[in-house]
């Protein structure tokens, strides 16, 4: 059974800094596609990073380039966004995803968001 659990929002001034991190059981996160994306109230949900599965590549929302990190750690199952220089607008809930195929980390499928499994969300506060 495939589940992810992220953890690590929270409240946060902005400039601040937070690292979420997304454990992965049932299945082994070195063979799939991982995603970071978002979703402010009465907004879409959006992509914010992913890692694909292939060769390590990586993708970023234009918002967040320069500020965001997504790193993926094989031993431990678990992806992690580390987010620097928050703003305001960065609050949100954000849900880990997964992917059995780079398809949605790639140039056709960036944005499309058509991951496989999601976590739960944890939330995210960026406010003075």
């Known amino acids: 059974q495939v589940q992810l659990v992220e953890s690590g929002g929270g409240l946060v001034q902005p400039g601040g800094s937070l690292r979420l991190s997304c454990v992965a059981s049932g299945f082994k996160l070195d063979y799939y596609a991982m995603g970071w994306l978002r979703q402010a109230p009465g907004k879409e949900r959006e992509g914010v990073s992913c890692i694909r599965s292939s060769d390590g590549n990586t993708y970023y929302a234009d918002s967040v380039k320069g500020r965001f990190t997504i790193v993926r750690d094989n031993a431990k199952n678990t992806v992690y966004l580390q987010m620097n220089s928050l703003k305001p607008e960065d609050t949100a809930v954000y849900y880990c995803?997964?992917?059995?195929?780079?398809?949605?980390?790639?140039?056709?499928?960036?944005?499309?968001?058509?991951?496989?499994?999601w976590g739960q969300g944890t939330q995210v506060t960026v406010s003075s």
């Open positions: 995803a997964s992917a059995l195929t780079d398809h949605p980390c790639s140039d056709y499928g960036w944005g499309r968001n058509d991951y496989d499994d």
